[in-house]
Structure formats: C-alpha cells, structure tokens
C-alpha cells in the first residue's frame, strides 16, 4: 500500500537512542512516503507561488500526484481543509484520512460542515473534541478513530536531580498572570518556559509577549524559552510542573502534560472542559478551578510540602505514560487506525478499533 503522509513527520534523528534529542515519530518506518512543505522546493515556479501560501500548493501538489498513491493522511488542519475542498470540488482524489483535533473551532466548523464528506476517515485524541464532531457536525462516529496522544518516553525520562524549584511551560492558552499572582507571597522558585502566549479567541489566534505580565514576577520567578534539552533538565529539577490554562473545549497543554509526566513528576492542571483525557486527580496530578488564584496556591503549597507525595505521583504518572502514550504505541495506533479504516472497520462508539 502506497501511502502519502503529510504533516508532523520529524526527520529521523541522529541520535537514535533518544538521549540528546527526541526521536522523530517513527512513521518514516510504517509509510514509505512522506512529504512536508520541502518538496514544493524541487518544483518548476509557478504563478501561483507569489499569491498562495504553501500550505495550500502542497494541497494541490498532493491531489496532483494522486495517483502515486494508495491513500492520503495529512496531520495539518490547513493542508487538510485545502485538500478537502479541492477533493469535494473535483469529485476525485484518493481516501483521504486527516489527523484533527479542535472541530469546535469556528475557522474550522465551516471547512467541516462543507467538505468533511470527502473525508475517508478521521483520526484524533480529543475525546471531547470527537464527541463535538459527532453532535454538532454530524460527523458519522464511526468515521472517528480515537487514539491517545504521543510523548517520547525515552528523551522525556526520569533524571536524579536536585527538585528546588517548580515550572510552567508552554503557550498555548495559557493563563500565566493567574500562576504569578498564586506565586506571590510564597517562598517557590519557579521558571516559565515561554516567551509568548497564544489565545484562540471566535476562531481567531491572538499572540501576547510574556513582557506583558513579566512586571507581575517577584524575585523568585523567571520567565524565558528553554532549548529542549534545557527544558528536560528544567522538569528534572522540578518537583512538579503547573499548567495553568484559560477557559478551552479542547485538549491544549497535552504536549507539556505528557512531557512532564514522562518525566516523574506529577502536574497541576486547570480543570477545563477539554483536558479531561491524560491527567487522574489526585494521582497523576491535580486540577484546580479556571482563574482561581487561591486554589492553585494552595494545590502548589500542598505538593510543595509533601515531597514524598509528590514523588508518589510522579512515579503513578510515568507508569501511565509508558502504559498508555509511548510514542511507538501512538504510531502503531495511527497505522493500526489507517488498516482498519481502509479494511472497512469503522470506528465503535468510543472511538477504538480493533487491532
């Protein structure tokens, strides 16, 4: 089976063990053929190069060579909704399986109610956002496979280190001036790893510099992007690691979640409506109300003070992670996701397949 794979496909790395840089996702081993927006390079240059962006002439250039290929999976909302309508539009095209997570969206409930009908199938890790897909897009449920969200278990992996501080990393709807105002009057030194937040608001991205909230910090906060191996040894001195997050229907802050249970350490996580798949209170982490400056502080003293029970989580969530995320396990599950789908099993009620 020929396969096109668009989308986060990492480069293989030099480093195959996983211990000076995370491994790429593997899926150079299951599909032969990959492509990001790199091969628009070796093209003749056309007119279309100066007005269209690349996501959508790799789109045209995937249904262009359509018949190279068996099937078509595109990890990319935008190249996914390109090729979508320019499937829906010409009538042909190979199946096409998109990998998706935020259908309630606005920017993407129109592309899904217009063309999702040319989709073969579609694979996500929200199970909230699948539920959405199914109730408010009318999307068949058994053209839902659900799989659990990927972490490399081996880069991201438990280091001996001194725990004297906390963290919070990541941008993605995060609600970094509720962690700082939880922060003061404690004695905790804590690093956020971010130099910028982004805020999905109606379906439109808003990108606020941390400077904005940095005057918030006292002493014993620092604020600053971390190289990914800075950023392991950052988790490793943490004894936990907060993401505090705003208001969402989605499962932002799964990257940084998993990453810092991979790592042995528990999180304190916003309860939002979406991130309800990874995290179990009270033994892999703890969820506090959204904004709730008081009730953080008090969750962040709690694990602070009791280091043993902080240790005990941390070592719960690692279990978890090798049990349900490694990231072999993930690419199996998309592949496994891809036969199942052309071998006409559809998705059951929850989303899982059989093997």
Request: with cysteine.
């Amino acid at each position: 089976m020929a396969v096109a794979f668009q989308g986060r496909v990492a480069p293989p790395s030099a480093d195959t063990s996983g211990e000076t840089a995370p491994r790429g996702h593997l899926f150079h081993d299951l599909f032969g053929t990959t492509y990001d927006e790199s091969i628009l390079d070796s093209l003749e240059p056309r007119v279309t190069d100066r007005v269209l962006p690349g996501w959508a002439r790799l789109a045209m250039e995937l249904q262009r060579r359509r018949d190279d290929y068996d099937v078509v999976v595109t990890w990319s909302e935008r190249v996914a909704i390109a090729l979508m309508g320019l499937q829906h539009l010409t009538a042909v095209g190979k199946p096409h399986i998109a990998m998706l997570y935020w259908f309630s969206r606005p920017a993407m409930q129109v592309p899904m109610r217009a063309f999702a009908n040319s989709l073969r199938a579609i694979i996500t890790w929200s199970s909230v956002q699948r539920q959405y897909a199914i109730e408010n897009l009318g999307i068949p449920p058994e053209k839902l496979y659900l799989v659990r969200h990927f972490v490399d278990q081996v880069f991201w992996s438990p280091r001996d280190r001194v725990e004297d501080t906390i963290c919070g990393v990541g941008a993605e709807m995060r609600d970094y001036p509720t962690l700082l105002e939880a922060l003061r009057g404690t004695d905790l030194q804590c690093h956020i790893a971010a130099d910028h937040v982004r805020v999905d608001r109606f379906g439109f991205a808003r990108r606020v510099r941390t400077d904005r909230f940095s005057r918030m910090a006292g002493q014993s906060v620092t604020i600053g992007r971390r190289t990914t191996t800075d950023l392991r040894e950052l988790y490793a001195r943490s004894r936990f690691v907060v993401v505090p997050l705003q208001r969402s229907d989605t499962d932002n802050g799964v990257t940084v979640i998993l990453e810092a249970m991979a790592m042995g350490k528990p999180v304190i996580c916003s309860r939002t409506r979406g991130q309800v798949d990874v995290i179990n209170d009270g033994v892999t982490g703890l969820f506090v109300p959204v904004g709730d400056v008081k009730a953080l502080r008090a969750a962040m003293l709690e694990l602070w003070n009791d280091p043993d029970r902080a240790r005990e989580m941390g070592k719960a969530a690692r279990e978890y992670v090798e049990k349900h995320h490694r990231l072999e396990k993930f690419c199996a599950d998309v592949k496994g996701a891809i036969d199942a789908c052309l071998d006409g099993r559809g998705a059951a009620v929850d989303g899982s397949f059989a093997a």
